[in-house]
């Protein structure tokens, strides 16, 4: 899997305020690496950096990732279990 990490002047602000949050989100993707593991293919995941992960402490960008973790196994288990109905 790779990471990008966006975190615009726009939305954050300062340089301090972009790299805590770009911080933030690569120790979000680094403590759910396990969970990335599970996942059959690999991707390449682009995290963007809202104003509001700043006010956060970590467990709640891990959440909402883990979440989205575990809609994409969903979606590749339905998406092989149809090729196997095709087969």
């Known amino acids: 899997h790779r990471l ?4 615009s ?6 340089a301090v ?5 770009k911080r933030l989100l690569r ?4 403590s759910n690496e396990a969970r990335l593991g599970e ?3 690999n991707y390449d995941w682009v995290l963007n950096a809202k ?3 700043l006010s956060q ?5 891990c959440r909402e990732l883990k979440g989205i973790i575990e809609k994409v196994g969903r979606l590749e288990t339905r998406e092989s279990f149809e090729q196997a109905m095709d087969v």
């Open 4 to 7: 990008g990490v966006t975190a």
């Open 9 to 14: 002047r726009k939305a954050l602000g300062k």
């Open 17 to 21: 305020h972009r790299n805590r949050a």
């Open 27 to 30: 120790e979000t993707f680094r």
């Open 39 to 41: 996942l059959a293919r």
């Open 51 to 53: 104003t509001a992960v």
């Open 57 to 61: 402490k970590l467990e709640a960008p």
